[in-house]
């Protein structure tokens, strides 16, 4: 078994460097399409230039217009020729008989085919490009036989979805064997691009979750990312057209079989690009399946609470709970299959973010404020026991959200402001994090902000709290009060950071007094504001120089 084990890993490593040289040839052969490789020379030879002679600099207005005119303006044709033949079938192919329907659009998809390998012999970015659209519009053809009633040839449903399958495993199989992805990108994406030019129904979603599975074998097998990132934002964006358009269902069709349709589509999506991208996660940079993620829970929580919203209004806060105990699996299933550390991450703090928003489906008022606290403390807590600054930042932006609530909301009791500085003081207090993966300069710096956040969280949080119970005309001395506290705790907890946050309100305090109070506050408010200033600055002045004098 040892030996046969061997043989399957040396295949594999071969297998692998065979797609990784390819991928490098393909990458070679668009650089040199964009002018980036040396230019030949002509004429006789001439010596080499001495030591101290300097190159001209490369032109850089040469290179963006090869760039534009290689790159670009062939993407852009392809493009826009395969949209003109699918609307040529889609309005003149119904006018054709039915075998001649047939005939004439595979007769057009495999010229096209023909005539970009015959180009791509001599110029082969260019004719692989050609060769893309004609795999799309054989996609197109096949989509328009049962989709396009002027075109229908196809009645039975099953059988169009087999023969597009079909089709698509073609279009993977022949890009793969290729070792291209710009085959496999032109021939996904127009296939995806062709689907949204007539109507939108639940057919077109299941033709697009097809060419999206086949856009996703690119990223387990290859690690590619252009197609499969493409296919993510042109199947959210296909859904995002069905939802809006009431003619995507049969008339008549309750709001509830719509709804769960709608769901049960946006919960393939989600569990297609989360399979993908966590197949191999260790293989594909961090740049790229943080884009995945977020894309991807945009699409799954954006479309969901719309549909959800607009169908089922009770159901909102159960499907946003949902959609947060998705991404908490996903984190799971990250740090099981050792995925880099920022993609756990991330999935941690998307399912915060979106425990958040379910508060805002169930809850209002005061009962909101409450619960944003609470999750924000949550949160914050919880990125101890992960080891995630990533999701202590996320809660504490949590309960600044519940602080601006609690001082917006015109019934919210003085407690919520007591809560939402103890919230801040405890998150303060849950420790310095060690993150193994990012560099401890860094990890420092960021984890200094943010206690100091934390610390202004709660000074804001103390001016509230004494300002709710103060007489009207008295802020000022209100402010004094908060201060005075600040001072207290950083003194009982030995925190430079309260202390400094406790001059800041008192600097605040002495302002106000010297601008606005001296002139607008009636005598009696004037004594009791000075007087007790001066006993709290007393008082405050005596406890420093007791810590300076046992210091000494």
Known sequence: MSAEDGDQELRARVQRLETLVASLEDRLQQLEAQGVSAAP???PAT?????????????????????LGTYWLSRVGIVALITGIAYLITYHFGELGVFVRVVLGYLLSAGLGAFGLWLSK???????IVFGGGLALAYFVTYALHFIPSVRVIDSEALALVLLAGLVVGIVVIAHRMHSETVAGIALFLGLHTGMLSDITSFTLMSTTLLAAGALFFLVKNRWVIVPLSSLVAVYSTHVNWALRGDGVPPGTPNPERLLLSLGFLAVYFLLFSVALLARPKELSVRASLCFALLNWVGLVGLGAYEVERRSRPDLFTFILVAAVAHGAAAAVARWRQAPAMLFHAYL??????????????????????????????????????ASPILRWVGVGILFVGLGATGFIVDSPPVLDAVAFACFLLVERAGELRADWLPPPDTLQAQGVLRALCTGGAALAMVWLVGEWMPQGLTTLGWVVAAFGMFAVGFALSERRYRLAGLGV?????????????????TNQRIITFILLGVILLIISYTYTRVRHRKG
């Not at 399912?351 to 489906?361: D, F, I, R, S």
Request: net charge positive; proline share 6%.
């Open 349 to 386: 703090s998307l399912g915060a973010l979106t425990l958040a928003l379910a508060m805002l489906a169930h809850y209002s008022g005061a009962a909101l404020a409450a619960s944003w606290l609470v999750t924000g403390l949550v949160t914050g807590l919880s990125a101890r026991a992960t």
């Open 47 to 67: 010596a080499a230039p001495p030591a101290a002679t300097v190159l001209p600099a490369p032109r850089e207005r040469e290179d963006l217009e090869a760039h």
């Open 506 to 522: 008192l600097a605040l305090a002495l302002g106000r007094l010297l601008i606005v109070d001296l002139a607008k506050l009636p």
């Open 41 to 43: 020379t002509s004429g």
């Open 122 to 128: 001599r110029y082969s970015l260019f004719g692989r």
